[in-house]
Protein backbone atom coordinates (compact mmCIF):
# COMPACT_ATOMS: atom_id res chain seq x y z
CA UNK A 1 0.00 0.00 0.00
CA UNK A 2 0.91 3.65 -1.00
CA UNK A 3 -0.25 6.78 1.12
CA UNK A 4 -0.25 10.11 -0.60
CA UNK A 5 -1.31 13.33 1.21
CA UNK A 6 -1.14 16.65 -1.00
CA UNK A 7 -0.39 20.13 0.37
CA UNK A 8 0.22 23.79 -0.57
CA UNK A 9 -2.83 24.77 -2.29
CA UNK A 10 -4.71 27.91 -2.00
CA UNK A 11 -5.96 31.17 -3.42
CA UNK A 12 -3.64 33.44 -5.64
CA UNK A 13 -4.03 35.96 -8.59
CA UNK A 14 -2.55 35.03 -11.68
CA UNK A 15 0.51 35.14 -12.63
CA UNK A 16 2.02 34.22 -9.23
CA UNK A 17 3.46 31.11 -8.26
CA UNK A 18 2.82 27.89 -5.97
CA UNK A 19 4.58 24.99 -4.84
CA UNK A 20 2.38 21.82 -4.15
CA UNK A 21 3.64 18.99 -2.24
CA UNK A 22 2.88 14.87 -1.98
CA UNK A 23 3.59 13.53 0.92
CA UNK A 24 4.50 9.56 0.14
CA UNK A 25 4.76 6.88 2.48
CA UNK A 26 4.22 2.88 2.31
CA UNK A 27 5.41 0.53 -0.59
CA UNK A 28 7.37 2.38 -3.15
CA UNK A 29 10.85 1.67 -5.40
CA UNK A 30 12.52 3.07 -8.13
CA UNK A 31 10.31 1.67 -10.84
CA UNK A 32 7.45 3.69 -9.40
CA UNK A 33 5.91 6.94 -11.11
CA UNK A 34 4.64 9.47 -9.48
CA UNK A 35 2.02 12.00 -11.02
CA UNK A 36 -0.37 14.98 -10.82
CA UNK A 37 -3.51 15.34 -12.37
CA UNK A 38 -5.95 18.07 -11.64
CA UNK A 39 -9.83 18.00 -11.68
CA UNK A 40 -11.78 21.37 -12.38
CA UNK A 41 -15.89 21.63 -11.33
CA UNK A 42 -17.86 19.53 -14.20
CA UNK A 43 -14.70 18.59 -15.91
CA UNK A 44 -12.91 15.09 -15.75
CA UNK A 45 -9.57 14.81 -14.08
CA UNK A 46 -6.68 15.49 -16.38
CA UNK A 47 -3.44 14.36 -16.14
CA UNK A 48 -0.29 17.92 -15.63
CA UNK A 49 3.03 16.04 -15.34
CA UNK A 50 4.92 13.02 -13.98
CA UNK A 51 7.81 11.66 -12.88
CA UNK A 52 9.84 8.59 -12.36
CA UNK A 53 10.99 7.85 -8.98
CA UNK A 54 14.43 6.18 -9.75
CA UNK A 55 15.63 8.11 -12.66
CA UNK A 56 13.75 11.36 -12.30
CA UNK A 57 12.31 11.64 -16.05
CA UNK A 58 9.52 14.11 -16.63
CA UNK A 59 6.75 14.08 -19.14
CA UNK A 60 3.90 17.29 -19.01
CA UNK A 61 0.68 18.07 -20.56
CA UNK A 62 1.28 20.60 -23.29
CA UNK A 63 -0.72 23.20 -21.06
CA UNK A 64 1.66 23.36 -18.41
CA UNK A 65 4.56 22.40 -20.40
CA UNK A 66 7.21 25.51 -19.41
CA UNK A 67 5.16 26.72 -16.38
CA UNK A 68 4.75 23.84 -14.17
CA UNK A 69 7.64 21.70 -12.61
CA UNK A 70 7.58 18.03 -11.43
CA UNK A 71 10.41 17.15 -8.98
CA UNK A 72 10.81 14.41 -6.49
CA UNK A 73 13.09 14.44 -3.19
CA UNK A 74 13.82 10.70 -2.55
CA UNK A 75 15.65 11.13 0.83
CA UNK A 76 12.23 13.26 2.03
CA UNK A 77 9.45 10.88 0.39
CA UNK A 78 7.96 13.61 -1.62
CA UNK A 79 7.10 14.86 -4.86
CA UNK A 80 6.52 18.71 -5.80
CA UNK A 81 4.98 20.26 -8.21
CA UNK A 82 6.15 23.76 -8.68
CA UNK A 83 3.44 26.58 -10.80
CA UNK A 84 4.61 29.04 -12.02
CA UNK A 85 2.66 31.84 -14.25
CA UNK A 86 -0.49 30.77 -12.83
CA UNK A 87 -3.77 31.63 -14.63
CA UNK A 88 -7.28 31.36 -14.04
CA UNK A 89 -7.95 27.93 -15.96
CA UNK A 90 -4.97 26.33 -13.66
CA UNK A 91 -7.96 26.46 -11.27
CA UNK A 92 -8.51 22.84 -10.20
CA UNK A 93 -8.37 20.74 -6.87
CA UNK A 94 -4.91 18.50 -7.84
CA UNK A 95 -4.24 15.37 -6.78
CA UNK A 96 -1.29 13.08 -6.25
CA UNK A 97 -1.25 9.74 -8.03
CA UNK A 98 1.26 6.87 -7.67
CA UNK A 99 1.55 3.67 -9.84
CA UNK A 100 4.43 1.31 -10.93
CA UNK A 101 5.83 1.60 -13.97
CA UNK A 102 3.82 -0.22 -16.90
CA UNK A 103 2.81 -0.24 -20.19
CA UNK A 104 1.13 2.40 -21.34
CA UNK A 105 0.94 6.36 -21.77
CA UNK A 106 1.75 8.37 -18.74
CA UNK A 107 -0.93 10.40 -18.61
CA UNK A 108 -3.51 7.44 -18.68
CA UNK A 109 -5.50 7.54 -14.98
CA UNK A 110 -5.63 3.65 -15.50
CA UNK A 111 -1.61 3.55 -14.87
CA UNK A 112 -1.68 4.54 -10.90
CA UNK A 113 -3.50 2.83 -8.67
CA UNK A 114 -2.99 4.90 -5.56
CA UNK A 115 -4.30 8.39 -5.06
CA UNK A 116 -4.38 11.10 -2.48
CA UNK A 117 -7.19 13.30 -1.78
CA UNK A 118 -6.55 16.35 -3.31
CA UNK A 119 -5.30 20.25 -2.49
CA UNK A 120 -7.61 22.97 -4.17
CA UNK A 121 -6.10 25.51 -5.85
CA UNK A 122 -7.76 28.97 -6.96
CA UNK A 123 -6.14 31.47 -9.39
CA UNK A 124 -8.33 34.51 -9.46
CA UNK A 125 -8.01 37.33 -12.30
Known amino acids: QVQLVESGGGLVQAGASLRLSCAVSGRTNSEYRMAWFRQAPGKDREFVGC????????VYADSVKGRFTVSRDTLKNTVYLQMNSLKPEDSAVYFC??????????????????WGQGTQVTVSS
Open 51 to 58: ITWGGGRT
Open 97 to 114: AAGPMRIGFSFSRSLYDY
